[in-house]
T-cell receptor, first 111, second 111 residues
Framework: DAGITQSPRHKVTETGTPVTLRCHQTENHRYMYWYRQDPGHGLRLIHYSYGVKDTDKGEVSDGYSVSRSKTEDFLLTLESATSSQTSVYFC??????????FGPGTRLTVL | QKEVEQNSGPLSVPEGAIASLNCTYSDRGSQSFFWYRQYSGKSPELIMS????GDKEDGRFTAQLNKASQYVSLLIRDSQPSDSATYLCAVNKKGYQKVTFGTGTKLQVIP
């Protein structure tokens, strides 16, 4: 998976609790992305980063926040998880703003 | 109209046949085109990228791009059961820092 790890790989949580997912890369790529994948919707961009402390919203950013304090780490936080955020979350990296390589994914279930 | 459209399938082909996967896109300014393969429960894996009109071959895979028709396709020759997966088409507009994905076509190769 191109030097990308995601943690945790699986998580079950309850509605209303905060959740943080971590993406870690060893490729020193500038761009990092968080997607969610749901049946019938494909991959949808949540947030992305184009450098340390530089982030922007994607198409489904409501209810999510991100932070990138180091090149190698990109954190996705659900401040108060809801059942609609049950999904598979993928992190991706890119050296330029073009070809993306994906991490192994995190399966999140919100009860 | 979706930005990137794919037939969801499943597309069933016999082993050894040619599988043809198609994708159309709506933004004429798109410049980069990608095909990803995703096995069930796994993350997307880059197969091919194509930037210019015409064909690009890599082993059993050929990507075809026609910008005038806003159409990109992936041919898989000598299809194998191990090719059974969902194939995602992705399109990028340089400088926009994000890639748009189709919802994928499920391919089944029948032994």
């Amino acid at each position: 998976d191109a030097g990308i790890t995601q943690s945790p790989r699986h998580k079950v949580t309850e509605t209303g609790t905060p959740v943080t997912l971590r993406c870690h890369q060893t490729e020193n790529h500038r761009y990092m992305y968080w997607y969610r994948q749901d049946p019938g919707h494909g991959l949808r961009l949540i947030h992305y980063s184009y450098g340390v402390k530089d982030t922007d919203k994607g198409e489904v950013s409501d209810g999510y926040s991100v932070s990138r304090s180091k090149t190698e780490d990109f954190l996705l936080t659900l401040e108060s998880a809801t059942s609609s955020q049950t999904s598979v979350y993928f992190c991706a990296i890119s050296e330029t703003d073009d070809t993306q390589y994906f991490g192994p994914g995190t399966r999140l279930t919100v009860l | 109209q979706k930005e990137v459209e794919q037939n969801s399938g499943p597309l069933s082909v016999p082993e050894g046949a040619i599988a043809s996967l198609n994708c159309t896109y709506s933004d004429r300014g798109s410049q980069s085109f990608f095909w990803y393969r995703q096995y069930s429960g796994k993350s997307p894996e880059l197969i091919m990228s194509i930037y210019s009109n015409g064909d690009k071959e890599d082993g059993r895979f050929t990507a075809q791009l026609n910008k005038a028709s806003q159409y990109v396709s992936l041919l898989i020759r000598d299809s194998q059961p191990s090719d059974s997966a969902t194939y995602l088409c992705a399109v990028n507009k340089k400088g926009y820092q994000k890639v748009t994905f189709g919802t994928g076509t499920k391919l089944q190769v029948i032994p």
